[in-house]
T-cell receptor, first 114, second 114 residues
């Protein structure tokens, strides 16, 4: 019953450091995505993938890279962390991008950039 | 990008009271979704609406997809302490590429006063 698993849960970075947020799902979902959640702004889409080898940008992609080498994993990379990237990050997945397919969210990764 | 206005931003109610919140959009969606998020967790889907005018219930929760496809409301009847959390609306639009995109509202924080 793993569902969508994100690591790490908490991370503090210094400005300019790089890191990767890991996301894995064991439900054989084709569609995976990354969101960031900031106070008063809801969740905003960073990047998404409709299947292995395919990724695309969301609403706020700058400063982030993604790759999808396998169906199960969808890591999010911060190339050079900035304080503006302090946020809570959620990975999500669903079977297909069809309307109504339940989207499952991970438990979130709290990132602070100092 | 599309904007979702969710109101109210916060609610303080007594146990047993009914709750009503709504979302409006500047453009239409194919699907409206309502999520609940508890502290330290990712959003969990409560109700999904697929057709304009649709009214759907899930226990004490009732949600409607507005006729114009630009709005939705969520009602909670006879609130209980476990209803505490942040409620998000989300509009889903399937792009020409077939990929789903979720646009989230800014959330309604529900607090129940003992």
């Amino acid at each position: 019953n793993a569902g969508v698993t994100q690591t790490p849960k908490f991370q503090v970075l210094k400005t300019g450091q790089s890191m990767t947020l890991q996301c894995a799902q064991d439900m054989n979902h084709e569609y995976m995505s990354w969101y960031r959640q900031d106070p008063g702004m809801g969740l905003r889409l960073i990047h998404y993938s409709v299947g292995a080898g395919i990724t695309d940008q969301g609403e706020v992609p700058n400063g982030y890279n993604v790759s999808r080498s396998t169906t199960e994993d969808f890591p999010l990379r911060l190339l050079s962390a900035a304080p503006s990237q302090t946020s809570v990050y959620f990975c999500a997945s669903s079977f297909t991008p069809s309307p109504g397919n339940t989207i499952y969210f991970g438990e979130g990764s709290w990132l602070t950039v100092v | 990008g599309q904007q979702l206005n969710q109101s109210p931003q916060s609610m303080f109610i007594q146990e047993g009271e009914d709750v009503s919140m709504n979302c409006t959009s500047s453009s239409i969606f194919n699907t409206w979704l309502w999520y609940k998020q508890e502290p330290g967790e990712g959003p969990v889907l409560l109700i999904a609406l697929y057709k304009a005018g649709e009214l759907t219930s899930n226990g004490r929760l009732t949600a409607q997809f507005g006729i114009t496809r630009k709005d939705s409301f969520l009602n909670i009847s006879a609130s209980i302490p476990s209803d505490v959390g942040i409620y998000f609306c989300a509009g889903q639009l399937i792009s020409n590429f077939g990929n789903e995109k979720l646009t989230f509202g800014t959330g309604t924080r529900l607090t129940i006063i003992p």
